[in-house]
Each structure stands twice: as structure tokens, then as C-alpha cells.
């Protein structure tokens, strides 16, 4: 077997296929991949030995961001949205991101709900904390758990309502998007406001958004507004990475049993119909909503915790797609004997 014929945990497609090449053979393995996957390192380097029928593997795992369709330093955006509220988007947005930066990649995080931010307070910003303003035209953005975060609520006092018409709030986001100093990302990761209305239009007009993953609860009529939201996407050409079916069970902390709230299988159903991956389904827990009201959101908490592991396999699902549709920036892997 040769390390070209190994099978991407995530994309059901050969190392090969996806441009690596091995330049020669042996027991140690250098690569280079499309997505960060440092979670992952330990798990690939066991696959690759048994694939290889070697008995162990010592693996150099690095990552690469494809070159993208991004805006300034910014190689890739993130979208990610809701058909409507109250799904648990914003937690999931805030801890896709900090999953991200934890698997290896450089992260900003911009709070596109211009009605209603609560990303300041998840990322634990403190309230009344201003950006700083560079050559007084860009916006620096705050830095929190290892993300550049860029929120409405930095800008206003947090129980100020957005009053605003459609074109003042979609002003605001390119103003927010544009003029925000993002430096030199892989991935700026937008949660959006729910439903499907002018921020998401203004969104996919104006920035070059590399994909969208849509979060939705088992619930029918949750999943009814995620197809909407499906739909949407597709209408303006921007990909859809997947869906996160949200809430998907809670576990019994007595007996460990495990409930399905809010129905079974809904996300798979979904997935399905429209042809795109279930990236991950996580849990109705206290502990997730309490973090993130905390400023300490699950993945920033505790980056080895069972939730947090399942965000952080989210995350390299989610990058995984983005590499597979830009498999032009192809990565490289060498081998060389002991």
C-alpha cells in the first residue's frame, strides 16, 4: 500500500485524489493537509500504520489552508446560519471557531446579528470595551480564547435595541466585515442572524463566502427553516459545508441513558435530501449553555472535554469540505526511511 491510496477520515476520498503525493517510502510520514486536524494527529499516525501494515508510524502532521476565495489576508469565510432562532447557532458559531484555532489554524470570529450580538458576551469581553482604532479608518479587532472577534455589542452599549431599517444593519455589517484590520487569517468564521432576510443576502453578495454550515434541532418545524436556509444558500452559489443538528439527545447524568428530547434523526433527514454531510450532532447539556452565558464558552473551558472533542470533529469535517473544493491548492506528503 502506498500512503497515496489512504482514505481522508472525513471525505471518503484518497490522499491521492486529493493531490498528495509520496515522494518515497518508510516509517516516518511528513503531511501536510488541507484542513487542521492537530486533534487528529495521534488517531492518523495508528490509521496510517495499520494501512501501511507497519507497527507504528512516527507522523509529522502539519496544515496548509488552500489558498481560498477570501478578501485581504483572509483565505476563507465561514457562515454559519439558521433558518430560525433560539437553535443554538451563535454557541455553535462561537465554538466552531475556537474548535478551529485549537485544531491548528489562525481564526477570527465576526458577529454578523446585528440586531442582536451576543458574541461579546460568550467570548467573556467585558462589557463597555471598546476596539481599538487604527489610521483611524479600521477597526482592531478584540482578541479572546485565541480568536480576533469583531461584534456590534463592541461598538454600542449592550442594552441599546438596533432600531434600524434593512439597509442601515446590512451598512453595518460591510462596515464591520471591510474595515475591520483581520490580518492574516485561515478562516473568519460569521454566524449570522437567523432566518434568511438582508444580512444574508448582503453577505453572499459582498463577501466571497467559501461555505455555509447550517444549524438546525431535530425538531420538524426547526428543520423545515433549515431547508429554507439550504435553499437560500444555494440560490446565490455559495456551497453548503454540512449540517450541525444541535441538542440532538441529552444524557442522563444519574444513569447515562440517553433521551431524544426533541425527535431522532431529523439532521441525517436532512443531510440526506440535499445531498450534504451531517457534520457533527452535539448534545443538550447545562454545562454548554452555562459556559458559554460564562464567557468561557465549552471548547475554551475544557478542549479535551467529550462536547468539546465533538465541536473539534465538527470544525475538521467542516475545513475538510473547504479543502475538497479548492483541491487545486493540492498538499503534500513525504516519506522517508528511519
Known sequence: MRVEQFNDPYLNRTWGELGVRALSSGHRVSATLGYPAAGLAASLASDLAGFLGAPSIDLDLNFKAPAGRGFGQVKHLIAVASGKGGVGKSTTAVNLALALEREGA???????????????????????????????????????????????????????????????????????????????????????????????????????????????????IALLDARKGIEMFRKVDIPVLGVVENMSFFTCPECGAKSEVFGGGGGERVSAEFGVPLLGQLPLAPDIREQADGGRPTVAADAESATALLYRDLARHAAARIWALDTASAPTISMADD
Open 106 to 220: 489562525a481564526v477570527g470570529l465576526l458577529d454578523a446579528d446585528i440586531y442582536g450580538p451576543s458574541q461579546g458576551m460568550m467570548l467573556g469581553v467585558a462589557s463597555g470595551k471598546r476596539p481599538e482604532v487604527k489610521d483611524e479608518k479600521f477597526f482592531v479587532p478584540i482578541k479572546a480564547w485565541g480568536l480576533k472577534a469583531m461584534s456590534m455589542s463592541f461598538l454600542v452599549d449592550e442594552n441599546t435595541p438596533m432600531v434600524w431599517r434593512g439597509p442601515m444593519a446590512t451598512g453595518a455589517l460591510q462596515q464591520l466585515l471591510g474595515q475591520t484590520d483581520w490580518g492574516a487569517l485561515d478562516y473568519l468564521v460569521v454566524d449570522m442572524p437567523p432566518g434568511t432576510g438582508d444580512i444574508q443576502l448582503t453577505l453572499s453578495q459582498k463577501a466571497p463566502v467559501s461555505g455555509a454550515v447550517i444549524v438546525t434541532t431535530p425538531q420538524d
